[in-house]
């Protein structure tokens, strides 16, 4: 789907949305205008109008882009830039960014705050683009009447992850399988590693779709991993305590492995991947066994959990 394919589908069932219902108990809505450029500079890809003519909030929407691209995530400063240019110029009391599976709220004008400090409502796991239209002019009649709901700010936090994962997961995945194909060395320790997790990847009976869900799950929690350790540095970047001896974190999107790993050793955190990932396997793994077997004999569960440490003294050896 491209970029126009993706606002013009939201237009087109906000247009709809709009004439079945235009009244929203304190808002009324009067029409939704695609490619609107009229006495602003540029092109915002969706404005919604009320009754009066005026804008009530625009939608900045983004293809899903080919990897790097970081149009696909909602958060991004330069997205949220664009459609906060298009709500100022137009008096809209809110812009929206979207990416066809999240959209994001923000309030326009808020006294005090920078721009990526505003309020946001974040919505993700859209599939019923009608449905959500309809859900979307009601969530903003309710902050219009001062009855909606911002996001908390730990929940504001959260989102942003959640939404940097989503970009940054794929490209996990695709890496992870390039690697594959091209280091042998890579592949017999990531196939090593993933049997004696019990996850079976080398086994004949395990079917490629199965070896691509095992390699995507290993690049989510991967990606998790990578993002902390980012948190992390920023923090200790932004401490009075620390701050001296830690150089500012500055990534190019244009080389962002290479500036990564100017900060990380990267060698060193795929060996922490393997580590952590093979606790939390074989800690679920654990909760498995113990809900297909229940029993209140010590010796029982003795044994089973024995069996998880020699399992983890062999996924040690990777490291």
């Known amino acids: 789907m491209s ?81 906060f240019g298009y709500a100022g110029q137009l008096g809209a009391g809110y812009f929206c960014t979207f990416n066809g599976q999240r959209l994001v709220m923000f309030n326009a004008f808020e006294r005090g705050q920078t721009l990526l400090e505003r309020s946001t409502k974040s919505y993700e796991g859209i599939t019923d683009l009608s449905e959500f239209a309809d859900f979307l002019l009601d969530e903003i009649a309710e902050m219009e009447r001062g009855e909606g709901e911002w996001d908390a700010l730990d929940a504001a936090f959260i989102e942003r992850v959640r939404s940097l994962h989503e970009f940054v997961a794929p490209e996990m995945t695709e890496n992870l399988r390039e690697q594959l194909d091209e280091d042998e060395d890579f592949q017999s320790r990531f196939s090593d590693w993933a049997d004696d997790q019990g996850l079976e990847y080398t086994d004949e009976e395990t079917d490629e779709e199965e070896k691509r869900h ?59 991947c393997w580590s952590v990932l093979s606790s939390s396997w074989k800690s679920q793994r654990a909760r498995v066994t113990r809900s297909r077997h229940p029993t209140n004999d010590d010796a029982n569960q003795d044994v089973r959990l024995g069996a998880s440490g020699r399992e983890s003294a062999s996924t040690d050896s990777l490291a």
């Open 3 to 83: 970029e126009a394919d993706v606002h013009f589908e939201l237009y087109r069932h906000l247009q709809n949305a709009i004439e079945e219902e235009p009244d929203r108990d304190g808002i009324t809505f009067g029409t939704a205008r695609p490619e609107y450029g009229e006495n602003i500079e540029g092109f915002a890809d969706i404005v919604i109008f009320d009754d009066s003519g005026d804008a009530v909030f625009v939608v900045e929407a983004k293809k899903p882009g080919e990897p790097g691209n970081r149009n696909i995530d909602p958060y991004s400063p330069d997205v949220i830039q664009q459609a």
């Open 214 to 272: 095992i390699e995507e799950e290993f690049a989510a929690q991967a990606a998790y991993l990578l993002i902390n350790k980012i948190i992390f540095y920023r923090i200790l970047e932004s401490s009075s305590a620390y701050g001296d001896e830690v150089e500012p974190l500055t990534i190019s999107i244009r080389r962002v492995k290479e500036d990564l790993q100017d900060y990380f050793d990267l060698r060193s955190w795929v060996e922490d």
